[in-house]
DNA sequence: CAGTGGTCTAGACCACCGA
DNA sequence: CGGTGGTCTAGACCACTGG
């Protein structure tokens, strides 16, 4: 056999994509029963099921207790987008990533900016401003507020050697985090730390973190366009 | 108990996550074997494996055979971004999708697109360029090629009843995707359908299709940076 | 009611790692 | 070599669905 190096779980997921990808089960269909595929395969039931419960974690089929499993409704044309922390995804790409700091201070909240951390108005915040460079080229400038309370020691982070993502990550284990990604133009000061004309398109990443019972950190990162991209693949 | 009614492999990811999240086990660090998580939760292997297991495939835990399981090197900030149907997507909102189609032709295509594509420089390939409006009001422009070997069919669909991603997901199911993100300025034929300055920014998607043994479609999916935006959520 | 999936057990054999 | 994880079995009880 050329698939005997396939485990036998393997094996009935990759007959079951088979069918999927190749058209003849469409979508709404009902897939063989676990006890059918216990026999067909000559395997155990439990070795079926997790075939089964796996390919529903990865959105090609839906499960429903009494009823039956059936292939998903349109496939999600979807992807894990890591967003990892630029010190590391710069090293990755075997660049040298450094950063210069514009601002690290502590001030008051706006009654807006309170609200989006979950403080009252007026509240001490941190707020730091850096620009992020691979190879001496700036690719993002990052603008971020922290709330003290879960971070407390943020500011003495010496953020040439630390960022602020990381020392988050340690400080403040996350718990949650959302984000949204826009494009738009740079401001005066944004273009000239990231040395681009102002009339240039950016990409904008608003980031908002929770770690326990705090709401960590709100960023705003805003990348060169034509210095940057978000990318990412699929594959059933 | 108050959690009884969470599966025995539901407490135990809970257990390993309350620690990791807690910072009691710091990245790097060595997980439970399980054995110890079996007799300490008096439950069989087989449990304790489908949690640890799991645990892996959200990217908390690492696994190594023969040496152990450890808490992940930095919690990666991830999240599924799901790339809809706009069709699917404007009517979730509980608004009213429709298009106009700009351009809907077989024509030769250049050196470059045939690379892309994965055919001779000079085949003929499909083009489609369409507007898509949320509520009348223009959300993107869809700039399409279309291989004919995947999808023969392409030219005779009437894409302001069918929308191009639909009528593929049909005809050529998917078996890979990839895209890009990236911010833009308009082109003046872009500005002027979406009804944008030519000055704005733009978001722009760069998706290439795989079904089966063919490099079935590339588009390039442009939306005023004013009116569009990738959201995404993240818990660990 | 019969059939489905959701969960769990108490074993088992294997490949691999590190001492 | 003992300990680890990777896989698998042949049962089991349960909750849920549908006719």
Redesign the pocket.
């Known amino acids: 056999m050329a698939s005997s190096a396939?485990?036998?779980?393997?094996?009935v997921k990759a007959f079951i994509k088979k069918h999927i990808s190749a058209g003849s089960w469409k979508p709404g269909d009902?897939?063989?029963?676990?006890?059918?595929?216990?026999q067909q395969?000559?395997?155990?039931?439990?070795?079926?099921?997790?075939?089964?419960?796996e390919l529903?974690g990865e959105g090609l089929v839906t499960?429903?207790?009494?009823?039956?499993?059936f292939v998903a409704e349109l496939h999600r044309i979807s992807s894990t987008l890591a967003i990892r922390d630029i010190h590391e995804e710069v090293l990755a790409r075997g660049h040298v990533h450094s950063a210069r700091v514009l601002l690290a201070e502590s001030e008051k909240a706006s009654a807006d900016l309170a609200r989006t951390l979950g403080l009252r108005a007026g509240a001490r915040v941190f707020h730091t401003i850096l620009i992020h460079l691979e190879n001496g080229v700036p690719i993002q400038y990052e603008d971020r507020y922290v709330n003290p309370a879960a971070a407390p020691n943020y500011l003495a982070t010496d953020f040439t050697q630390t960022t602020p993502t990381r020392h988050l990550l340690v400080e403040a284990p996350l718990t949650e985090a959302s984000y949204s990604i826009e494009a738009c133009r740079p401001t005066a000061l944004q273009a000239e730390h990231l040395d681009i004309k102002a009339g240039d398109a950016c990409l904008a990443m608003m980031r908002r973190t929770v770690s326990g019972a705090h709401i960590a950190s709100v960023a705003r990162l805003v990348y060169p366009g034509s210095r940057y991209s978000f990318a990412g693949k699929f594959q059933p």
Chains 1, 2 share one sequence.
């Open positions: 396939l485990p036998a779980y393997g094996q009902p897939v063989p029963s676990e006890s059918v595929l216990m395969f000559s395997i155990s039931r439990m070795t079926v099921n997790r075939a089964l419960r529903m499960r429903v207790q009494g009823s039956g499993t």
